[in-house]
C-alpha cells in the first residue's frame, strides 16, 4: 500500500496544483509517468503476497484494486493527452 500512495499522492498533488495553480502547472502526462511504476510495483508485490487462505484475499484485495485502478487510469480519465489519441 505504500507504493499505492505514493502512486495515488502524486496524481492528486499534480490535480490540486494544476487547478489551483494561475501559472504552469505539472502535466497529466508526467503524474501518469511518475505514478504508473508505483502501481506496477505495487501490484507485483500484491500478487507475490496472495496466499492460499481465503482471508488473506480479503486483505490482497486492497492493494490489489487500488494499484490496479492507478495503471489504468491514463484510460479512464478524459483529457489524458496523448494516452487517448488525441
Aim: a neutral charge; glycine letters at 10%; charged letters at 5%.
Amino acid at each position: 500500500m505504500i507504493f499505492a500512495t505514493s502512486g495515488w499522492a502524486v496524481f492528486w498533488c499534480s490535480a490540486i496544483w494544476d487547478r489551483l495553480s494561475d501559472g504552469w502547472a505539472p502535466s497529466p502526462e508526467l503524474a501518469y509517468w511518475i505514478s504508473t511504476p508505483l502501481a506496477l510495483a505495487g501490484f507485483a508485490m500484491a500478487v507475490f503476497t496472495i496466499r492460499s487462505q481465503r482471508s488473506w484475499l480479503l486483505f490482497v484485495s486492497v492493494p490489489l484494486c487500488a494499484n490496479g485502478f492507478l495503471m489504468v487510469l491514463p484510460w479512464v480519465l478524459p483529457g489524458a493527452g496523448g494516452l487517448h489519441g488525441q
